[in-house]
């Protein structure tokens, strides 16, 4: 069964705490990404991963840290400097490589929450 | 930064009848997406559409591009109350074949 998971689906952190959110697939795509959605809002890029140990800042990383060591995993830390961590975090994937027209699987999401 | 813009925010309509939606852009692409998302969910591919292409089909899908005005729709025929979602376009960046730049999306709601 083949796709691509996020965990956990609900996540509560309290202010000053580091969390990390996991992301896995098994489709062999090589990129990766991680999305930010407010309420009512589109998608904001945090960072995406085009190869193994490789990564590019997004439009939002600012207090955000990202790995890349396995192709199937690409774990997202929100560390304590991000200043409004509460919001809905998508993990992406795609084939990559160059020329490619990089339609994007997504999984189910985690809903982080900040007490 | 947010390339895409949907028109309109909100859309409701009856079941059966069909529902359409707006995209516009602002710099030249390759290509541009349609995503579609439950609530609480994460998104579905749609459909993709080249540069090169004008119009698209996909089951109850129809998917048009006008790259002179940076703009594309997206109908949905015949609608279903499962149709209720948020539907998103998508279109690549410049600096990288890559990454997506999402619009704020249209919200469906298909009465039944």
């Known amino acids: 069964d083949g796709g691509i998971t996020q965990s956990p689906k609900y996540l509560f952190r309290k202010e000053g705490q580091n969390v990390t959110l996991s992301c896995e697939q098994n489709?062999?795509?090589?990129?990766m990404y991680w999305y930010r959605q407010d309420p009512g809002q589109g998608l904001r890029l945090i960072y995406y991963?085009?190869?193994?140990?490789?990564?590019q800042k997004g439009d939002i990383a600012e207090g955000y840290s990202v790995s890349r060591e396995k192709k199937e995993s690409f774990p997202l830390t929100v560390t304590s400097a991000q200043k409004n961590p509460t919001a809905f975090y998508l993990c992406?994937?795609?084939?990559?490589?160059?020329?490619?027209?990089?339609?994007?699987?997504f999984g189910p999401g985690t809903r982080l929450t900040v007490l | 930064s947010q390339q895409g813009e949907e028109d309109p925010q909100a859309l409701s309509i009856q079941e059966g009848e069909n529902a359409t939606m707006n995209c516009s852009y602002k710099?030249?692409?390759?290509?541009l997406q349609w995503y579609r998302q439950n609530s609480g969910r994460g998104l579905v591919h749609l459909i993709l559409?080249?540069?090169?292409?004008r119009e698209k089909h996909s089951g109850r899908l129809r998917v048009t591009l006008d790259t002179s005005k940076k703009s594309s729709s997206l109908l949905i025929t015949a609608s279903r109350a499962a149709d209720t979602a948020s539907y998103f376009c998508?279109?690549?960046?410049?600096?990288?074949?890559?990454?997506?730049?999402f619009g704020s999306g249209t919200r469906l709601l298909v009465r039944p």
């Open positions: 992406a994937s795609s084939i990559g490589g160059r020329g490619s027209y990089n339609e994007q699987f």
């Open positions: 489709l062999n795509h090589d990129a």
């Open positions: 991963s085009q190869i193994v140990n490789d990564f």
């Open positions: 710099t030249s692409i390759n290509n």
């Open positions: 559409i080249r540069s090169n292409e």
């Open positions: 998508a279109t690549d960046a410049r600096d990288s074949s890559y990454k997506l730049i």
